[in-house]
């Protein structure tokens, strides 16, 4: 979704008038596809943002909703109707008005496996923050041309946070009946920008929609264009040839520093990097040596010699920008000295052999997963643990992970929406811990920490539900299932020329006000 | 005097195929259609024949070194096609062969020694010592010393190498000695040295040869009789005397006269023959020789004649004697 | 020669088949689960069990098999299950990016490498031949991957002489007709177009030729001093022939014909096989497109794929036997 | 007496190889007539082949080199001409043919092509008259349908139908002089005398002078009229062919007579070989290379290396068996 | 087809005149003649220190190639304490590359042994006993030729995960067909010759055949397929390292270094430099090897 266009003069326009204000943006994949509701990786969602517009939107510098297409929303008192207003002269790229019933279409389809649309895809996202199909919302009822109501099953505390996700952008019903299962290569939204073209792992090409009702973008054309080495697509950068980037090397932050024709832009930080231990295994049933494994790293070195020092060392699980944040947790210092003291109260005096899992990908929780480990792995040894290497392809990975064949593992999280609940709940409920699709793969099962998580969700207050989360955290901190490494800051980079470019938390952005200047 | 080996009918066919997984048959090859003849103990049945005639197909055939199609093969009155493995190899020790190729026929990875040795530990023969004085007594007798035992075939000449060939052939004292062209590879100097060699080895050891060569004077020289092969057939079979002097088929007369003879002062009558030696692979049907033979009848493009006694002891396939 | 064709095009039905279960097997085998892959971290058993359904994972091995191989039949190769798009459809759209790379990296290693390769022969131990074979073995034994890099290291970020990644610049125009972006700058008479692409493609070929390159060249020259040996040769130099009709009528073509050959191993290996040059110079290729897919779980895309490339290899190999027999005529009449 | 057309004088050729230098024709001296056919015999090495390709400097350099002597033809020494004047003289004067038919001509060219090829580029015919020439040629050394036959390649021939293509390309520019460097030898006996009787034929007919190199004694006897004996890379005897088989002089001349087998024996006689090997050319013995192997081998055989001087009339021998015979 | 068989002995005739020099035996005669020639000499000498670097790796080795890390001091350009820089980790580069040089020999020795033991064996089976056992065999290896072997390298190191040990079976996998062709040409050639058929006619045993006689005399054109092949196998499993397919951190491969170096290659150049030179220098070593061995053990070659 991308609202709020600054109202600022309407586009400039070069003096010259015939010259194309062309923003490059270079990414390290190409999109899976351009359906939102059909594509999880930022890669594509970051092309999305920019022709499709969701219901509810984020504030651009926080993951507060503000009015998207829905100007106006109004919960009923048992928590489970939300009825929205929509914004009245909107248009698809295609011309076809967009409306409650437009909205309906796309609520059907997602939600409703039988759907003749619901084909395309997995519809993943929608699974995953509503369970299921139809999942939490029962029913989505056109009240009028411009008035829409769901009725869900229960109440839900982060509804209209997720209604903000870009997954969930409203393409238009008429382009989905046209295309089919081939939609994702015809995205039609509302969105500040049409698709043009993409060429496969090359470049996508939006261009700008003059009838934005948010107002007008101010470049003509965005390419988004596929450049897999980091290293090339930042020598791209400096050479000119493309005007923005992300997926920075740390290392390579010093680099635009120096550069006069650079500038460096941090992405607020909404995720967490973490060792989670393997809470079933030997000998990581001992709280001993989780703590001790707690005082065995170094998060500063860590963060200075890979994360170029844009990290802040995690004691939580969830990351600081978010309410809820318990700031009184004191985190375990670095004390080489004290973990081998709690390991030989432990009964492991000489340490033990045991396996640390690295990732095979970089995120950007953790841009050098390998070297970050192998850090990790000399940390341990200076204790006494020895720790062997252990790495898989990307999906494997997570699947062993999850299926917890892992002793030490090295993950992380991007929060999805701004809620608490999306981390503490996701990563260490334990009904999360299902053997296969566990995503508390530490394998912890506090059952005090799960009866607040799971409180906390029912609450609707958000003080209440804040003190909640804190007490968890505390908790949480003590047993230690977890070594929290870093909330890590993305580095990105543009050029000098390019303003109006603001990372967003959740990973992608609108690029309305991005204007180029020469 | 008895007959050692008796041939009878032979034939081999080998198939000509294509494709790369099914071999399809498309052809058959006919290298040796139909031979019969005997060798008697003691003396040496010369095989005479262009390239490509079958001689060393028959020769193989004989030892059973590849599988005849067709026809028996007596040894000593044993049918050595009804043979199974370990009988065979158990009548391998009486019949042996030389080959033509000095070079080939010799494993290069192999000291000379050892090359020899094989066959006598193999039979059990002997062991140990006694072996190692068997094999310097062979390399002796064919005229080579007991320190070349310790080399390798390629540090020698041609003409030693064949010596070699012809000690491992005689390691296990056979009775009979397929002699594959075992001359043709060597200049005339060293082919003397190794006829004559092959001669005394014959009267020391009582050997009995079945001689295969194309040079015809060679076998004029070492044999008792001679066969003339011709696309896979025999076609004249008789006493060395009598074929040289009196031969009756039209093919063996041109083979004769084409013969260069080292005498410039002989002027002989020609029989230059028309055309190529012809593919086995689809012999003209009647005589095989009448595409070429200046007699040819109607009759021989026909009908196919039969080897028969002719003259005493001078057997021809030929429909004009 | 028809007949013939025909012949061999059915003589590659065994190993075509064999090559579709193999890579049915390979792709079966890899423990990730391709629901997984799909579905991300994310994922519920729920969703992965309905979408292992609807995939026919669930399915016993040798039905999906049969299914997978009664789609390619009726020319229904599938759709990825990453990016949902026809399988074939992934394909053409990245292919005609590796056939250009491909053919651009053979025609500097023929061109280079035969004419080194006969230059070393003729001139047997000259000054010449050392340092072309020393290159030649260099080219060998460097791993391209590291070349590719060293010469973007120095080409594109020491002097920026050329470009490190991509086809075209981001600002260059070009009306695509075939997509070989060299190809349809000269057929739209776009000058700069082609500078550009030239620009790009340049590096990569590069890398990409040094491997058969350097085989060409040794090849070339120990086919060619092999051929200078012979009978036929020495006729040639007796009938008073000029010494450069010897080499490059008499010679040459004889020592081309296993030079012909590895030429089409060669190629067909680059046409699967550029999956590192087309990483480190983000060319959008068929190398990459099948190594993420392999690292995606994407089966659809490996198994099809796999089976496309091998098609085309075979189809290649074959394309140089029948070429070969015009070269070499005592096979064309069998 | 016929005027003499080639004239080799001590020509020496050496191989410089890693194991030493191959002395592999050292001080070949011989004359060819006009119209004549000279017979070269020799054992396997004996440096026959090597003596023929120095004629054409056919040489391969390295390792090869001819380090002296005079070649002599028509009166000048092809040794003082520039490479591009001998490739004028190569297949144009002088013609050559090859041992090994099967792989002496190009597979991959068509007969016509390598046929027309020479004809052109010494007749300077242009395309169409030089086929037509190829195809009288081909005709005349009796390959019927010549002109189907010239788009056929060379494995669709024959063997002997291959030596005759060689034959008609050797003569197609009408040399004065072929060599033929055991043309036979590969076929079989009846291709043999088809093949030398065309020779003979050809050579009546355009007055060709032949140098025919072989080891089969009985080739020299029936097609030669002179021989030249090779040993070891030297000329051992050189004599008119009855003189030779009736009157040899040196001894290995003997023992190459009486080690053959032949089929005009009334009575086996047991062969007499000569024993010994040949020597080895890159450590040659001092003295006769013969020396030996040789029955009459004297003291100073051992030490001296004959001359090869002139007996009698026209009949050469390098023995120190007739020392004082001769014309000194 | 007439008289081809004449020919060739016409032609084997020439040769072995020289063959009065004192025997050595068949291998002492292969290492003379290679050690003469200047590149092959160049190869051994490449090969010798490569295998002496790696037996002695720890007396060499200035620091622990894994230990010694100091994360402060990354990417530390060349100095005189550690001539080749540091890495990412801080570690010292020179030690981890003659660390790596164990490493490479186990690459080297066990994937081609791996595809020497199979492929000797097909290709013999399929080479010696020919007709249908023949036709399976060799069609198995044209489907696994037919693969693009680099997907098919990294295709079964998917399947049985990145590690270094499946690198090297997946490595082993590709080159079995090459050994099996060879194989089964050399034994093809060999099997017609005429002293097969003299111990047939001696009366040996098939496997006596096969293990005596067939393959002593196919050794050459093995020995050199596998010198060359245990150069491209650490070529190979460098890149298969490269793409993080092979060797994990923190083992001290030359691929995986190169890998690690990539994100440096602005910064610190150094980290990707040493790796791919040694590399190439091993490579190169077995590749002069394997070509003067070819050479050498070309008996047409002997002068
Ligand atoms: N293993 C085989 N497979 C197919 N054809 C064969 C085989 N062995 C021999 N032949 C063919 O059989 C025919 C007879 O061959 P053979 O070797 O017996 O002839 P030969 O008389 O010994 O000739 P040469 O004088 O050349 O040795 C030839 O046409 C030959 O090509
Ligand atoms: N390229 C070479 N390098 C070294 N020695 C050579 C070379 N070519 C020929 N020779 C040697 O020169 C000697 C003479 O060879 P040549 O070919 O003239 O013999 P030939 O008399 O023609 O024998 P053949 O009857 O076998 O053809 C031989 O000993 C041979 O080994
Ligand atoms: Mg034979
Ligand atoms: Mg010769």
């Known amino acids: 979704g991308c609202t709020g266009a600054k109202k600022q003069g309407e586009n400039k326009g070069a003096p010259g008038g015939n010259k194309e204000k062309v923003f490059v943006f270079g990414k390290s994949g190409d999109a899976s596809g ?173 261009e700008k929609n003059p009838e934005y009702w948010g107002g007008k973008p101010k470049v003509d054309k965005v390419v988004f264009r596929v450049i897999p080495d980091n290293s090339a697509r930042f020598l791209e950068l400096k050479a000119g040839t493309i005007d923005a980037m992300i997926g920075l090397n740390p290392d390579d932050v010093e680099n635009v520093k120096n550069d006069p024709n650079l500038q460096l832009l941090l992405r607020p930080s909404m995720n967490v990097g973490y060792l989670a231990i393997n809470v079933e295994k030997k000998p990581f049933d001992n709280l001993q040596v989780r703590q001790a494994i707690n005082y065995a790293i170094n998060k500063k070195a860590l963060i200075d010699a890979f994360y170029a020092g844009l990290a802040k060392p995690a004691k939580n699980p969830m990351p600081p920008s978010l309410w809820g944040y318990n700031d009184k947790v004191k985190d375990y210092e670095y004390d080489p000295a004290k ?23 970089a995120r950007d929780y953790m841009p050098q997963p390998k070297e970050i480990g192998q850090a990790i792995q000399q940390d341990l040894a200076k204790v006494g643990i020895d720790a062997k290497i252990v790495t898989y392809d990307w999906t494997t990975y997570i699947e062993k992970g999850q299926n917890g064949e892992h002793d030490l593992y090295l993950f992380g999280w991007v929060g999805d929406n701004g809620d608490p609940d999306n981390f503490l709940y996701y990563l260490l409920d334990k009904s999360n811990t299902v053997k296969g699709t566990a995503g508390n793969v530490s394998f912890y099962k506090g059952e005090k920490v799960s009866a607040l998580l799971t409180e906390a969700q029912r609450e609707t207050d958000q003080a209440k539900r804040a003190k909640l989360y804190e007490e968890a955290q505390e908790l949480i901190h003590e047993e230690a299932p977890w070594v929290p490494l870093v909330h890590a800051t993305p580095p990105v980079a543009a050029r000098k020329s390019i303003t109006g470019w603001v990372p967003h938390a959740t990973g992608t952005e609108c690029f309305i006000n991005i204007d180029k200047t020469e | 005097m008895e007959a050692l080996l008796k041939v009878k009918n032979l034939k081999k066919y080998f198939p000509v195929t294509k494709g790369a997984v099914f071999h399809r048959n498309v052809a058959m090859l006919k290298a040796v259609d139909g031979v019969s003849f005997d060798v008697l103990k003691g003396e040496t049945l010369g095989l005479v024949g262009e390239s490509g005639c079958g001689k060393s ?56 020694r050892d090359i020899i040795m094989e066959p006598i530990l193999l039979h059990g023969i002997a062991s140990g010592r006694e072996a190692r004085d068997r094999v310097n ?23 030693q190498r064949q010596r070699i060939g012809i000690a491992r052939a005689l390691a296990l004292e056979p009775k009979l000695v397929v002699c594959d062209e075992p001359v043709s590879a060597l200049d005339v100097s060293i082919q003397a040295q190794v006829i004559n060699l092959m001669e005394d080895l014959q009267k020391e050891f009582h050997l009995t040869f079945l001689f295969i060569a194309h040079d015809l004077s060679v076998v004029h020289h070492i044999s008792d009789r001679v066969a003339v092969m011709y696309l896979g057939r025999i076609v004249e079979i008789a006493n060395y005397k009598d074929l040289y002097q009196n031969p009756l088929h039209p093919y063996t007369k041109a083979l004769l006269s084409a013969i260069p003879i080292p005498n410039p002062k002989a002027k002989r009558e020609k029989i230059v023959l028309k055309g190529d030696v012809i593919s086995p692979i689809n012999p003209p049907a009647g005589c095989s020789f009448h595409t070429r033979c200046p007699f040819a009848t109607d009759m021989c493009k026909e009908e196919a004649p039969v080897l028969e006694e002719k003259e005493t002891g001078h057997q021809v396939a030929c429909h004009l004697v | 020669m028809g007949k013939y064709i025909v012949k061999r095009l059915i003589g590659l039905i065994p190993v075509v088949i064999g090559v579709s279960i193999c890579a049915f097997l390979l792709i079966h085998l890899i423990p990730g689960d391709p629901a997984r892959a799909i579905l991300g971290e994310r994922a519920t058993e729920e969703t992965m069990n309905a979408l292992r359904e609807q995939l026919g994972l669930n399915d016993p091995l040798y039905v999906q098999y049969a299914r997978f191989m009664g789609n390619v039949l009726q020319g229904d190769f599938g759709r990825s299950v990453i990016t949902n798009n026809p399988v074939i459809e992934e394909f053409a759209q990245r292919f005609p990016a590796t056939l250009e790379l491909s053919l651009a990296a053979m025609i500097i290693a023929v061109i280079v490498g035969v004419l080194a390769g006969v230059i070393s022969a003729v001139k047997q131990y000259s000054i010449f031949d050392n340092l072309s074979m020393v290159g030649a073995l260099l080219g060998v034994s460097l791993p391209i991957f590291w070349l590719g890099l060293m010469m973007q290291w120095l080409f594109a970020f020491k002097l920026g002489l050329l470009d490190a990644s991509a086809r075209l610049s981001v600002d260059t125009h070009l009306q695509t007709i075939t997509n070989l972006y060299l190809l349809d700058a000269i057929l739209t008479g776009n000058w700069p177009a082609f500078v550009d692409a030239f620009k790009h493609i340049l590096m990569p070929s590069l ?51 296993p030079v012909l050959t590895v030429m089409g191993l060669q190629f067909g290996s680059l046409l699967g096989g550029a999956v590192l040059t087309e990483t480190i110079f983000s060319w959008p290729g068929v190398g990459r497109l099948m190594y993420e897919a392999i690292m995606q779980r994407d089966f659809p895309v490996v198994q099809n794929g796999i089976l496309i490339i091998a098609l085309i290899f075979v189809l290649i190999n074959l394309m140089v036997d029948i070429l070969y027999s015009y070269v070499d005529p005592r096979i064309r009449t069998h | 007496m016929a005027e003499t057309l080639l004239a080799v004088e001590d020509l020496k050729t050496y191989f410089y190889t890693e194991a030493g230098v191959v002395k592999a024709v050292d001080g070949v001296s011989f004359t060819l007539k006009k119209g004549e056919t000279l017979g070269v015999v020799g054992e396997s090495g004996s440096g026959k082949s090597i003596t023929a390709m120095s004629i054409l400097q056919l040489i391969a350099s390295p390792p090869g080199r001819i380090v002296g002597g005079k070649i002599i033809f028509n009166g000048e020494n092809l040794l003082d001409k520039s490479p591009e004047e001998i490739r004028k003289i190569r297949g144009n004067e002088i013609a050559m043919i090859f041992q090994d038919p099967m792989t002496s001509l190009n597979p991959v060219l068509t007969i016509g092509e390598q046929l027309i090829e020479v004809i052109i580029l010494h007749q300077k015919l242009d395309k169409k008259s030089a086929a037509k020439k190829a195809v009288e040629m081909l005709s005349l050394v009796g390959i019927p349908e010549a002109e189907k036959r010239l788009k056929a390649y060379p494995h669709q021939f024959s063997g002997g139908m291959r030596q005759r293509a060689m034959i008609a390309m050797a003569l197609s520019c009408n040399p004065k002089l072929l060599i033929a460097d055991e043309p036979t030898t590969a076929l079989d006996v009846t291709i043999q005398a088809q093949i030398l009787k065309l020779m003979n034929d050809l050579k009546e007919r355009f007055h060709t002078s032949i140098m025919m190199i072989t080891h089969d004694l009985g080739v020299v006897a029936e097609i030669c009229d002179d021989v030249v004996v090779m040993y070891a890379g030297r000329p051992v005897e050189y004599a008119d062919v009855n003189t030779l088989f009736e009157s040899p002089l040196h001894p290995y001349t003997w023992g190459l007579l009486a080690s ?69 | 087809m007439s008289g081809s068989t004449t020919l060739e002995i016409k032609r084997n005739r020439l040769q072995p005149r020289n063959g009065k020099r004192e025997s050595k035996g068949l291998w002492g005669d292969v290492f003379k003649r290679l050690i003469r020639s200047k590149s092959a000499l160049t190869g051994l000498i490449l090969v010798a220190v490569f295998l002496l670097v790696a037996l002695c790796a720890p007396l060499i080795a200035p620091y622990d190639p894994i230990t010694d890390s100091d994360l402060v001091k990354r990417l530390e350009a060349p100095s005189s304490e550690h001539i080749m820089g540091r890495d990412s980790q801080g570690r010292d580069i020179f030690s981890r590359i003659i660390y790596g040089a164990r490493i490479s020999v186990q690459i080297g020795v066990i994937s081609v042994s791996f595809s020497l033991v199979l492929g000797v064996a097909l290709g013999a089976i399929a080479g010696f006993y020919g007709k249908w056992l023949d036709g399976l065999i060799m069609r198995l290896m044209d489907i696994l030729l037919a693969f693009p072997s680099v997907l098919l390298a990294i295709a079964i190191t998917a399947v049985l995960g990145p590690e270094l040990r499946n690198a090297m079976i997946a490595i082993g996998v590709v080159y079995t067909p090459h050994f099996a062709r060879i194989v089964r040409s050399t034994v093809l050639s060999v099997k017609t010759t005429e002293y097969i058929e003299a111990a047939r006619a001696i009366g040996c045993s098939d496997l006596r055949i096969i293990l005596r006689h067939v393959l002593p005399n196919c050794m050459a054109p093995i020995i050199v397929q596998t010198t060359l092949s245990i150069g491209t196998a650490i070529l190979d499993a460098a890149a298969l390292s490269f793409l993080g397919l092979g060797a994990q951190p923190p083992t001290p491969e030359w691929g995986a270094m190169l890998s690690d170096g990539r994100s440096y290659i602005q910064r610190a150049p150094h980290v990707m430099i040493f790796p791919g030179m040694a590399i190439m220098f091993v490579v190169l070593g077995f590749n002069l090897l394997g070509d003067g061995l070819r050479d050498a053990l070309d008996p047409r070659l002997k002068r």
């Not at chain 1, 109004?74 to 698809?92: A, C, H, I, P, Y």
């Not at chain 1, 994702?184 to 920008?193: E, S």
């Open chain 3, 207 to 257: 890398a990409l030729a040094t491997i058969p390159m350097a085989i060409i060249a040794r090849m070339t020259r120990s086919s060619m001093l092999e051929v200078l040996k012979q009978d036929y040769i020495r006729t040639a130099r007796a009938k008073g022939l000029k010494e450069k009709v010897v080499i490059f009528k008499h010679a040459l073509k004889n020592a081309f014909l």
């Open chain 1, 339 to 361: 973990a081998k003291a709690l390991l030989a109260e432990a009964g492991y005096p000489n340490g033990f052999k045991t396996t640390l899992w690295a990732m095979p990908v």
């Open chain 1, 34 to 206: 351009l359906d939102p509701i059909n594509v999880t990786d930022g890669e594509s969602l970051y092309v999305t943002q920019q022709i499709f517009d969701t219901l509810l939107d984020y504030e651009e510098d926080s993951t507060e909703v503000k009015p998207g297409l829905a100007t106006e929303w109004e919960n009923s008192r048992d928590g489970k109707e939300w009825t929205l207003k929509l914004r009245q002269g909107v248009k698809f790229h295609d011309g076809t008005p967009f409306n409650a019933e437009a909205v309906k279409f796309n609520f059907d389809r997602w939600r409703d496996e039988k759907n003749p649309y619901h084909k395309g895809g997995d519809f993943s996202y929608y699974t995953a923050m509503f369970s299921g199909f139809p999942g939490v919302i029962k029913d989505v009822i056109v009240v009028d041309e411009y008035t829409v109501k769901f009725v869900l099953t229960k109440p839900m505390a982060p509804f209209l946070a997720n209604l903000a996700m870009a997954t969930f952008g409203i393409s238009s019903p008429e382009a989905i009946k046209k295309y089919g299962e081939d939609y994702f290569k015809h995205p039609v939204g509302t969105g500040p920008f049409k698709f043009v073209k993409w060429e496969k792992d090359q470049q996508i090409v939006v």
């Open chain 2, 137 to 159: 007594k062979l390399l002796e007798v064919v005229g080579l010393a007991s320190y070349h035992g310790d080399r390798y075939a390629h540090e020698f000449s041609g003409g």
């Open chain 2, 57 to 112: 197909t028959t020769g193989r055939c004989i030892l059973r070194l590849i599988e005849p199609t067709d026809g028996e093969v007596y040894f000593e009155g044993k049918d050595i096609r009804a043979l199974n493995n370990k009988e065979m190899r158990q009548t391998r020790k009486d019949m042996q062969i030389v080959f033509q190729d000095p070079y080939a026929s010799l494993n290069p990875r192999m000291k000379v």
């Open chain 4, 260 to 328: 053959l087998p032949r089929i005009d024996d009334r009575e086996k006689k047991r062969l007499e070989p000569i024993e010994g090997l040949p020597p080895d050319l890159v450590n040659m013995p001092p003295g006769c290379p013969f020396a030996p192997r040789c029955k009459k081998a004297m003291e100073i055989c051992r030490v001296q290396r004959p001359e090869y001087r002139e007996i009698k009339k026209g009949h050469l021998v390098a023995c120190h068996l007739y020392l004082n015979m001769g014309e000194q």
